[in-house]
């Protein structure tokens, strides 16, 4: 198995606190590896570390092959990124931009610079300043510099951020690209777990500062069977009526919402023997767990054990 990135006991400490502890993570090439976790979890700063942005305190990290160490100058260069909000010159036009790009990174193959503009959408703007661009135009600006040198790696943090819906469709199909006629391996962070939902190959979930899972979209949904969901106000008496029809597989979720994850039983025993209670139903539904739900569960599993 090809490894583009490898992270082994992977630590950070900011003024006595462990921002990351001993994290070991595993991205293949010509993935595409969606990294969730709650705001303040740990994935910019790792982001950060995988690009030399900034020292981890204990760990090594491999990309591409290689140990990332203080002077891997030219392994950088291999790599794109977003990392937070995307800065440019504001004065300057796009396509000026991604020329002074190209200079920086020593890669002179001008016609790419086009090329790479109209994948992202910003064909017949490109003369534009940055300065009049909205959030979703400087998006897509900061995608096409990190795509323009063709990386073997890219690091997106929330590289939707500011999207439109249509806007977020065309990126997810410029990603899927990317992997699948160029190869390139994308590490991305964002909240909007049904994009990553419908992007992964992999997903890793940081919580507090470790990785607490990492898991293939595809062992999820085999996981993720169909469950009944009841909304009732009267919660409690629900919980007695389901456990005397020998339901034990089920979670209450809230003060009004129980989830049942019972094969055996359906929708319309449920209702019946609820209504003969007396029992107030909202609602009642069958569903899928997907990964939301997934990623709470996982996430509140963790913080009540920490």
């Not at 976790?37 to 092959?65: D, F, H, R, S, Y």
């Amino acid at each position: 198995m090809d490894i583009a990135i490898k992270t082994t006991g992977l630590t950070k400490t900011f003024q006595g606190k462990e921002i990351i502890s001993g994290l070991n993570m595993t991205v293949k090439k010509g993935e595409i590896y969606g990294l969730l976790g709650p705001n303040g979890a740990g994935k910019t700063t790792l982001m950060k570390m995988l690009l030399n942005l900034v020292k981890p305190t204990a760990g090594e990290i491999q990309i591409l092959g290689e140990t990332l160490t203080h002077s891997s100058f030219e392994l950088l260069k291999r790599m794109g990124n977003i990392i937070e909000y995307p800065i440019f010159y504001e004065k300057l036009s796009a396509y000026d931009n991604l020329v002074l790009h190209c200079e920086y990174m020593g890669y002179y193959k001008q016609d790419a610079i086009h090329d790479t503009i109209d994948l992202v959408g910003l064909k017949n703007i490109d003369n534009k300043p940055v300065k009049e661009f909205s959030l979703g135009m400087k998006q897509r600006l900061g995608i096409a510099r990190a795509i323009l040198t063709r990386p073997e790696l890219l690091i997106l943090d929330e590289p939707i951020n500011g999207l439109d819906p249509a806007g977020i469709k065309e990126i997810r199909n410029l990603f899927q690209l990317l992997t699948k006629q160029y190869g390139i391996t994308l590490l991305i962070s964002s909240h909007i777990l049904g994009e990553i939902e419908q992007l992964a190959d992999t997903i890793g979930i940081i919580n507090k500062g470790q990785l607490i899972k990492e898991i293939t979209m595809d062992k999820i949904r085999e996981q993720n069977t169909e469950y009944i969901e009841l909304v009732t106000p009267q919660q409690r008496k629900a919980c007695f009526v389901i456990e005397e029809l020998n339901i034990s597989n089920y979670k209450v979720v809230d003060e009004s919402t129980i989830r049942i994850y019972d094969a055996n039983v359906t929708q319309t025993a449920i209702s019946k023997e609820l209504i003969l209670h007396d029992i107030e139903i909202e609602s009642i539904n069958r569903k899928v767990k997907n990964l939301e739900e997934y990623f709470l569960d996982l996430v509140g599993e963790s913080s009540s054990t920490n």
